[in-house]
C-alpha cells in the first residue's frame, strides 16, 4: 500500500494570511499520495500542495518514499518543518506521524488501499 499525507488542519496560532488571487482550499481530511517523483508542499502554484500562508515558503517540504519508509526534507525554510515536534531537516518518518510545516499546519503519514 502506497503512503500518503493526511491534512489533519491549521493550528489555532496558524497565520492565515493569504495571497491576493490565490484560491487555494484545504480541507480536514484531504489526502495526497506520494509519488515515486516525490510530493512538493509550499505556497506556489508549482508545487503539488498548497498552502497559501505567508509563513510557509514558496517550496517549503518535499515528502518521498523510498526503501519502504517515508522520508520529509525541510528545503532551508526559516519557519521550518517538525516532526512529532521535533525540528528536522531530513528525517524518517513513521507512518502515524504527525508533520508539521511552519509551525501551524499538520499533516498525518497514512497509508492508502
Same mark, same amino acid.
Given at each position: 500500500?502506497?503512503?500518503?499525507?493526511?491534512?489533519?488542519?491549521?493550528?489555532? !496560532?496558524?497565520?492565515?494570511?493569504?495571497?491576493?488571487?490565490?484560491?487555494? %482550499?484545504? %480541507?480536514?481530511?484531504?489526502?495526497?499520495?506520494?509519488?515515486?517523483?516525490?510530493?512538493?508542499?509550499?505556497?506556489?502554484?508549482?508545487? !503539488?500542495?498548497?498552502?497559501?500562508?505567508?509563513?510557509?515558503?514558496?517550496?517549503?517540504?518535499?515528502?518521498?518514499?523510498?526503501?519502504?519508509?517515508?522520508?520529509?526534507?525541510?528545503?532551508?525554510?526559516?519557519?521550518?518543518?517538525?516532526?512529532?515536534?521535533?525540528?528536522?531537516?531530513?528525517?524518517?518518518?513513521?507512518?502515524?506521524?504527525?508533520? %508539521?510545516?511552519?509551525?501551524?499546519? !499538520?499533516?498525518?503519514?497514512?497509508?492508502?488501499?
Amino acid at each position: 500500500m502506497p503512503f500518503a499525507l493526511r491534512y489533519l488542519g491549521h493550528r489555532p !496560532d496558524a497565520s492565515l494570511s493569504y495571497f491576493t488571487g490565490a484560491s487555494v %482550499t484545504l %480541507t480536514v481530511g484531504d489526502t495526497f499520495v506520494i509519488p515515486a517523483s516525490g510530493l512538493t508542499l509550499g505556497r506556489t502554484a508549482g508545487c !503539488d500542495v498548497r498552502v497559501a500562508s505567508s509563513q510557509v515558503a514558496r517550496r517549503h517540504l518535499v515528502v518521498s518514499e523510498r526503501e519502504g519508509a517515508v522520508w520529509v526534507e525541510d528545503l532551508g525554510t526559516p519557519n521550518g518543518t517538525l516532526v512529532e515536534g521535533r525540528r528536522v531537516t531530513t528525517a524518517r518518518v513513521d507512518e502515524g506521524a504527525v508533520v %508539521t510545516i511552519a509551525g501551524g499546519f !499538520d499533516w498525518r503519514v497514512v497509508r492508502v488501499p
